[in-house]
């Protein structure tokens, strides 16, 4: 993930949504936000878990009040805030998640991120954090929340925004396309340059949870090595496969081009 941002602000940058698209269509029906909780409870990870994950960014926010979770989900991050007395409050759209919060004794409400923000005062509140938001807005949404974000924090306020990169493969593959309410990747260095003409000073993106080495693509043959070399060496290996009738070529090429035969 990444985050970024300030405003004349300390600050480093799931909304709960803008105007209209499918996560809306999931989480104001009672039994499609039901069904979409549980799709959280299968592949967002245990709530432990997440729990875990998200510590880190509770020192962004020590001595701060009036925090806004975004998209707080099922309260993960809001336990967290309470557990080292920090006052905090939580919106998201989707009914089950906020009925889950409030039965945890979280301060929750249904709510939509811009309209949310809207009825603000400015400079109301002390931190905002949103954790795998922005990649369910629409682009005039996320801009639309940003600016409201920076005008509705305080001088020096804290704003965190955690989303899946896309430049991953992994992270795009295993985790972006899955969630079907997704409306755009966002890139890291997309989000910062928002942040920045959205009035925060300060960003900073900070890569977490790294794909191991062992599991990264490796670059065949390296400097002042022969490449060519390499592809003899693969040669025997396809020859044992076109004889074994299983031609990568037949399932790789375009249906009806064999020119690679």
């Given at each position: 993930g990444a985050a970024a941002g300030a405003n004349g602000r300390r600050v480093r940058g799931r909304a709960g949504g803008g105007s209209g698209g499918p996560q809306q269509m999931l989480a104001q029906d009672p039994l499609r936000s039901h069904q979409y909780a549980?799709?959280?409870?299968?592949?967002?990870?245990?709530?432990?878990?997440?729990?875990?994950?998200?510590?880190?960014?509770?020192?962004?926010?020590?001595?701060?009040?009036?925090?806004?979770?975004?998209?707080?989900?099922?309260?993960?991050?809001?336990?967290?805030?309470?557990?080292?007395?920090?006052?905090?409050?939580?919106?998201?759209?989707?009914?089950?998640?906020?009925?889950?919060?409030?039965?945890?004794?979280?301060?929750?409400?249904?709510?939509?991120?811009?309209?949310?923000?809207?009825?603000?005062?400015?400079?109301?509140?002390?931190?905002?954090?949103?954790?795998?938001?922005?990649?369910?807005?629409?682009?005039?949404?996320?801009?639309?929340?940003?600016?409201?974000?920076?005008?509705?924090?305080?001088?020096?306020?804290?704003i965190v925004l955690e989303t899946i990169n896309p430049a991953c493969w992994s992270a795009f593959f295993e985790s972006y396309i899955r969630d079907l309410t997704h409306v755009r990747p966002v890139h890291p260095d997309t989000l910062r340059y928002l942040l920045v003409a959205s009035g925060f000073a300060e960003t900073e993106i900070v890569w977490r949870s790294p794909y191991p080495d062992e599991g990264k693509l490796q670059r065949v043959g390296g400097a002042g090595q022969d490449v060519g070399k390499a592809r003899q060496e693969a040669r025997p290996l396809g020859r044992q496969l076109r004889q074994a009738g299983d031609d990568p070529a037949d399932r790789l090429s375009v249906p009806g081009d064999r020119s690679r035969r």
């Open positions: 549980g799709f959280e409870d299968a592949y967002r990870g245990a709530e432990d878990d997440i729990r875990e994950g998200l510590r880190e960014y509770v020192g962004r926010f020590a001595g701060a009040s009036d925090v806004l979770d975004v998209g707080c989900g099922r309260g993960e991050f809001l336990e967290l805030l309470r557990d080292h007395g920090i006052g905090a409050r939580g919106i998201d759209l989707n009914v089950e998640m906020v009925a889950r919060c409030r039965a945890k004794g979280l301060d929750v409400v249904a709510a939509d991120a811009l309209s949310y923000l809207a009825q603000l005062p400015d400079a109301s509140l002390g931190g905002l954090v949103a954790t795998q938001v922005v990649e369910h807005l629409q682009p005039d949404d996320l801009m639309r929340f940003l600016e409201l974000a920076a005008r509705r924090l305080r001088p020096g306020a804290a």
